[in-house]
């Protein structure tokens, strides 16, 4: 099983979602998505519960991927493929009553039932020449080998990558044997056989053979008769289902069967289509949907439009035991600094490295765990952020063993992303937030490209209240690609400034406030920032003024310094005069404090830090004498940073 480090409640809840209970009211299937940015460990975790659940319950993993263009029956007959894998002590699931809708339906049009001369004895005996030619053991097989061969590679991919000949024919080889032994041949051909089972459920007397041949005539209309025939196998599916956990040995076993869907954004249309089917019956269908996806609008509509759950917070026992509680997005944690500390330990290291990396990654799993790995591989030399970045993603790819991590990183957050999509995303790293991404491309895209960058899923909640923000690791990567640009009026500086108020300094709100300083300090204006926070630190309380200075000295640098991080924290505070803030006791304490905290808070600062730390609790209690009442907590934060100091080597 992977580690999930800090995701292991994922496992009983997903538990919850599938625990059979017997006399709760009819209502939908319940329905839980894991939501988190490219590299939260959602495949990771649905990996977890897979393995929990193989040899225990039947279930089936779908990628969202793949079924995006999917027809809805061509899903079902997908997972009723996988459904009737052998599952501990259960042969499969069986689904006669879906299979007998697929033997018609995918036969050539039934004349007799169509046009002016239409018979519909004819069509009736037409269908029951179909069904009676697969009471044959060798036509059922080939019927089986084609409807496979057709559904199942697409549809059973697994999220790692597309399904090789080899898998596909394993695939088709272990379906069609249990199959062959275990249920769906029917291995019984009389009145009582599977096959009657599935033929009466259309229908007694005519009605029966009379909707299987609307079944066929309209699925040759597909698109014009969509909806009537996805609802129609939806609801042979949900019966196959029930019949089997009400008459069969499915029903001892404690739970229901599952379906798990990774990147869960394609497969929205048709798990909404699923959930809708099972809401209109009598009682609640025995399947629970466990998925995997990145967030977004789509994420957020097919659960319901509640907000995201946190998996620390969730009460397991209670929360699908609630009938009212059909369908719940859990928003995965970012890794904490303990965890990542703990990947590094199993990774063979523990120093100030394993800081450096979280620091970047804000605790990204994926991230994180590709750079723990480049660390350990590089555990005799000191590397900053940027040289691990820069190390070779996974050399055993054989399609591109050299390629950097940090250019794979960005290949897997945007996957969906063509080159100039990822150009218009670039553009928005000088944004804080999607509020300020869309100020910018209001102005600089088209409205097509706009709308497609700020409702692409890469945005996810920001902690706490505000604005969606791109994730650190991505936001921090594409900076970096900002950074770099030489032209046009999309460069570093032309971006900052424009985000800017128009008119910086004295009556901007508070927010305001913390727009111009943290985008002047972008730029280097040191000086500009200094002035305006010597003015601010005499009419806020400390906590406040604290606040903001953390909020302003988050902005990104252009170029990181990696080898003397004290030194360039000095020579910036140079560019500072001490006329630019006047009514202060110790003028360029509070310009070595701002340049000291930016360079801190770059994670791509070197790990030589101790002096810059120490330079910074200089800096506080300098600034402490200057704020007199609030000395107290200034002083405070700079003990904070003397132990800080004390992490990091000289």
């Known amino acids: 099983m992977p580690r999930l480090y800090g995701r292991e409640k994922g496992l009983p809840l997903a538990g919850e979602v599938i625990k059979l209970r017997p006399g709760a009211p009819a209502g939908e299937s319940p329905m839980l998505i894991f939501v988190g ?15 929990i659940l193989e040899e225990r319950v ?39 009553r879906l299979l007998v809708g697929r033997m018609v339906m995918d036969e050539p049009l039934i004349g007799a039932a169509v046009g002016i001369g239409a018979d519909p004895e004819k069509a009736r005996q037409e269908v029951r020449r179909i069904l009676d030619r697969y009471r044959d053991r060798a036509a059922l097989r080939n019927f089986l080998s084609r409807l496979a061969g057709a559904v199942v590679p697409p549809l059973a991919a697994r999220a790692a990558g597309v399904m090789v000949d080899a898998v ?95 990147d869960a954004e394609g497969a929205a249309a048709f798990v909404k289509a699923l959930l809708s089917a099972s809401a209109g019956r009598t009682r609640t269908p025995p399947i629970g949907v466990i998925a995997a996806a990145r967030g977004g609008p789509a ?32 928003a995965l944690p970012d890794l904490t600094w303990n965890e990542t500390e703990q990947l590094a330990r199993h990774a063979g290291f523990h120093d100030h490295t394993a800081k450096m990396i979280h620091q970047f990654t804000a605790g990204n799993p994926h991230a994180t765990a590709r750079l723990v790995r480049a660390a350990a591989e590089c555990a005799d030399e000191r590397a900053d952020v940027g040289t691990l970045l820069g190390r070779p993603y996974d050399p055993a790819d054989d399609a591109d063993p050299e390629r950097p991590i940090g250019e794979r990183l960005v290949d897997d957050f945007l996957s969906a992303f063509s080159p100039r999509q990822r150009e218009h995303l670039i553009t928005t790293a000088a944004a804080r937030d999607q509020d300020e991404a869309q100020f910018l491309t209001a102005a600089l895209l088209s409205p097509a490209d706009a709308g497609f ?64 300083l943290y985008h002047a300090l972008a730029l280097g204006d040191l000086a500009h ?33 990696v080898h003397d991080p004290s030194g360039e924290a000095e020579r910036l505070a140079r560019t500072a005069r001490a006329d630019d803030v006047p009514g202060l006791g110790h003028p360029r304490a509070l310009a070595a404090l701002v340049a000291g905290l930016w360079i801190a808070a770059d994670p791509f600062t070197g790990p030589a830090r101790y002096e810059l730390h120490t330079a910074i609790a200089a800096a506080y209690d300098l600034i402490a004498q200057d704020a007199h009442s609030e000395s107290a907590m200034l002083n405070g934060e700079a003990e904070d940073h003397r132990e800080i100091a004390k992490q990091w080597p000289r």
């Open 37 to 51: 940015p490219s590299g939260a460990g959602k495949t990771a975790l649905l990996d977890a519960v897979e393995d």
């Open 58 to 96: 039947p279930h089936a993993r779908m990628d969202g991927t793949t079924l995006k263009d999917s027809p809805v029956p061509d899903v079902l007959a997908a997972l009723g493929f996988e459904l009737n894998r052998r599952c501990g002590r259960l042969d499969g699931l069986r689904f006669p």
């Open 168 to 262: 596909w024919a394993d695939v088709i080889g272990r379906v069609l044997s249990d199959l062959m032994s275990n249920g769906l041949p029917f291995p019984r051909f009389g009145r009582r056989s599977e096959l009657d089972k599935g033929e009466r459920w259309y229908g007694a007397g005519t009605a029966g053979p009379d909707k299987l041949v609307k079944l066929n005539v309209r699925y040759h209309e597909y698109p014009k008769y969509r909806g009537w025939v996805d609802r129609l196998l939806l609801d042979a599916f949900l019966a196959d289902l029930e019949d089997e956990f009400a008459n069969g040995p499915a029903a001892d076993g404690g739970y229901k069967c599952a379906i798990l869907v990774d």
């Open 299 to 330: 994420v957020r509509a097919l659960a319901g439009g509640a907000a995201a759950a946190s998996l620390a917070e969730i009460d397991v026992p209670a929360v699908f035991g609630d009938p009212a509680v059909r369908r719940l997005r859990i």
């Open 453 to 516: 960058v700020l409702r692409s899923d890469v945005w996810q909640p920001a902690r706490g209240a505000g604005p969606e923000t791109l994730p650190a690791v991505l936001h921090r990567l594409l900076a970096r690609r900002l950074a770099e640009r030489v032209a046009n009026g999309t460069t570093w500086d032309a971006l900052h400034a424009r985000l800017r108020p128009a008119v910086p300094g004295d009556g901007l709100t508070g927010e305001e406030q913390v727009r111009d």
């Open 529 to 561: 920032v200094t002035r305006r926070l010597a003015a601010l630190l005499t009419e806020m309380p400390a906590s406040a003024w604290l606040g903001l200075v953390a909020k302003v000295t988050a902005a990104p640098r252009r170029t990181p310094a």
